[in-house]
């Protein structure tokens, strides 16, 4: 026996050191809500959307409104909201309202958090651990740390519930993170609540299957009806994504975010014409290092400015795990590994007809992509 918890000691040490190795100390005057993703959210169709359960709700120090889970076959063990920072934030401690606390009986009604398993990310550096929270309280409940916490992402996730006495959906009303005692004010919310709250009611229009049909519709078909797997789209500002294979099943599609430039320079394309007769490094005039050249997309021998609208210069990094995308009802759900820890975001979007979409509640307009000349350089190799 003795052996055996010695085995044990020696295989767990590792994942303590590495959880600690990394850390650093952050800011600690506010926090910007980057994005707030739950597995799911309850969405009530008989009420025509006038009640609303977003991930948001539980930033807002309001406990009147809430998040509440939908797993329409159980409590909810499982189910998960993560906060993501437009920067890593420190705090020594963390407080949270369980369950639906806005003051009448929907508190008993459904189901509280009994235990709560808690991930905190910031680059290499996290922290797991599961913590167990008290019943018939209503107000704020401390887990507290030893020192002080970095993260860039929060993840809360139920593993044990308190029944309720009458619905199976399991609530939580509100978060903050501390440091020294005082809160760490949030920053970013009402723009991330008028674009979850549209998102929520943008669900109780329509299906997954008829939403992914509409989204299909974006893509630009050859003329033997095939449709192109990578979409090209732009903002006002010049900046856009390149989304590829987000339509297939494999959950392997990548949305990386580039610039658009226009005009496209002359002096990039006389750059690759005078560097494909050596079919060696790439070298730009104003860039001092080396890329190598992993894919091209133009016609640079017969380059007229008119047949393009847009030049890409996409960079490319071999990544062990890198971040999957998949397509699910109005959001692109983004899974991220970072160790053990698989991290999960979610971005809303709503579409516009054939021609645009909202990003996050921001416009992008539809680029034909036989109107881009596309250079993708690897920055390194395997």
């Known amino acids: 026996?003795?052996?055996?918890?010695?085995?044990?000691?020696?295989?767990?040490?590792?994942f303590s050191l590495c959880a600690q190795e990394h850390w650093f100390m952050a800011q600690t005057d506010h926090a910007e809500i980057q994005s707030v993703t739950a597995t799911s959210e309850l969405v009530e169709a008989q009420f025509q959307g006038k009640y609303l359960y977003p991930p948001i709700n539980i930033l807002d120090g309001d406990f009147s409104t809430t998040w509440c889970e939908a797993d329409?076959?159980?409590?909810?063990?499982?189910?998960?909201?993560?906060?993501?920072?437009?920067?890593?934030?420190?705090?020594?401690?963390?407080?949270?309202?369980?369950?639906?606390?806005?003051?009448?009986?929907y508190y008993h009604k459904n189901n509280r958090v009994a235990e709560l398993k808690l991930t905190q990310v910031a680059g290499e550096h996290f922290q797991q651990k599961s913590y167990t929270l008290?019943?018939?309280?209503?107000?704020?409940?401390?887990?507290?740390?030893?020192?002080?916490?970095?993260?860039?992402?929060?993840?809360?996730?139920?593993?044990?519930?308190y029944k309720g006495s009458k619905y199976d959906d399991t609530c939580l009303s509100d978060m903050r993170l501390l440091y020294k005692g005082k809160p760490i004010p949030f920053t970013n919310i009402a723009a991330i609540r008028a674009v979850q709250e549209e998102n929520s009611r943008l669900m109780l229009q329509e299906d997954s299957e008829n939403f992914k049909e509409h989204f299909a519709a974006l893509y630009k078909r050859s003329e033997d009806g095939n449709s192109d797997d990578t979409l090209y789209i732009v903002n006002d500002s010049g900046y856009g994504y390149i989304i590829k294979n987000l339509m297939g099943s494999d959950g392997q599609g990548?949305?990386?975010?580039?610039?658009?430039?226009?005009?496209m320079p002359q002096k990039r394309v006389d750059a690759y014409l005078r560097s494909k007769e050596k079919e060696d490094d790439i070298y730009f005039g104003d860039c001092d290092d080396e890329d190598r050249l992993l894919?091209?997309?133009?016609d640079v021998k017969g380059y007229d400015p008119d047949n393009y609208?847009?030049?890409?210069?996409?960079?490319?990094?071999?990544?062990?795990?890198?971040?999957?995308?998949?397509?699910a009802n109005f959001r692109i759900i983004k899974d991220e590994q970072i160790d053990y820890v698989t991290v999960r975001t979610v971005i809303p979007i709503k579409l516009d007809g054939t021609v645009g979409l909202y990003v996050n509640g921001e416009y992008y307009r539809v680029v034909d992509p036989d109107r881009i000349m596309l250079y993708t350089f690897v920055d390194e190799w395997p």
């Open 72 to 105: 329409a076959g159980g409590p909810g063990i499982g189910e998960a909201v993560t906060v993501e920072f437009a920067q890593p934030v420190s705090f020594d401690e963390i407080q949270i309202v369980n369950g639906f606390a806005s003051g009448n009986d």
């Open 295 to 298: 894919a091209f997309k133009g």
């Open 134 to 161: 008290k019943d018939d309280t209503e107000g704020w409940q401390s887990v507290s740390f030893g020192l002080p916490q970095t993260a860039q992402t929060i993840t809360l996730e139920i593993e044990k519930v």
């Open 1 to 14: 026996m003795k052996y055996y918890k010695s085995v044990v000691l020696f295989l767990l040490l590792p």
């Open 254 to 263: 990548r949305m990386t975010k580039v610039s658009y430039e226009q005009p």
């Open 309 to 327: 609208d847009y030049f890409i210069h996409e960079r490319f990094s071999y990544d062990r795990y890198p971040p999957s995308y998949t397509l």
